[in-house]
């Protein structure tokens, strides 16, 4: 599919989801701090949005950067998060990360991506969403959102996240990378569903491809 066509699709998409609510990073991103993103991006892993918020809220209200979050024990932790997905592992990741935040970055989340990935907890999803929400610099973060309806809409034809973030850096301008993520998490969330998504009141369906779409409504 031609650069020219994403783009004048992704534009659709973006009308279509201004009035539904962002996903629950990008809601934290406007404190435009990189540690509670990171740490929201965690605690996001196969976790409702609401839930995350929650638990973003209770344990950023008590700790709210590295030092503060290693003063807690880890029952406290776990007690914060609850109920987000493996919250024990997520607790036990956070606390791993701040300390190594500490001890080899000053306290500060690193800006580079292969940095980023030396964390506990944190793989190329998460990296990637850091970079652009917390540092403003370009990346593509391919969750099964993105990966998913990249294929739908037929601008990428790829069996892996990786393979789907390549392809997309050739299509789609830098100008864009930062805000697909959101958009296409927003996009999915609410008519671009895994299974029967709402392609009757979807703007975009003169463009999509519909792959893998068996049912819709």
Same mark, same amino acid.
């Given at each position: ?16 989801? =201004?009035? %539904? ?20 991006? *965690?605690?996001?892993?196969? /976790?409702?949005?609401?839930? /995350? ?5 209770? !344990? ?9 979050? !290693?003063? @807690? ?6 007690? @914060?998060? %609850?109920?987000?997905?493996? %919250? ?35 793989? &190329? ?18 969750? /099964? ?12 034809? /790829? ?6 973030? @390549?392809?997309?850096?050739? *299509? ?5 990378? *930062? ?11 609410? @008519? ?12 975009? %369906?003169?463009?999509?491809?519909? &792959? =893998? ?5």
């Amino acid at each position: 599919m031609s650069a020219s066509r994403v783009l004048k699709t992704l534009k659709f998409i973006k009308a279509q989801i =201004k009035d %539904y609510i962002v996903p629950s990073v990008t809601q934290v991103s406007k404190s435009h701090d990189p540690y509670q993103i990171l740490v929201s991006c *965690i605690l996001s892993l196969r /976790t409702k949005d609401k839930t /995350t918020i929650q638990a973003s809220q209770r !344990l950023f209200k008590i700790a709210d950067k590295p030092e503060s979050v !290693l003063k @807690l024990t880890v029952g406290k932790m776990q007690r @914060l998060i %609850y109920p987000v997905g493996f %919250y024990r592992n997520k607790s036990r990741a956070i606390l791993s990360l701040s300390k190594k935040l500490l001890e080899d970055f000053s306290g500060k989340v690193p800006d580079s991506l292969n940095e980023l990935l030396e964390l506990n907890g944190v793989g &190329r999803k998460t990296a990637n969403l850091v970079l652009g929400l917390g540092f403003g610099i370009p990346a593509i973060c391919v969750d /099964t959102h993105v990966h998913r309806i990249s294929n739908r809409l037929g601008w990428v034809k /790829t069996s892996s996240p990786f393979q789907t973030e @390549l392809v997309l850096q050739k *299509i789609i301008p830098r100008r864009e990378w *930062i805000e697909l993520n959101t958009a296409l998490v927003t996009f999915g969330q609410n @008519l671009c569903f895994p299974v029967s998504p709402f392609c009757s009141k979807c703007n975009v %369906y003169g463009f999509c491809k519909r &792959r =893998k779409v068996d049912k819709s409504r």
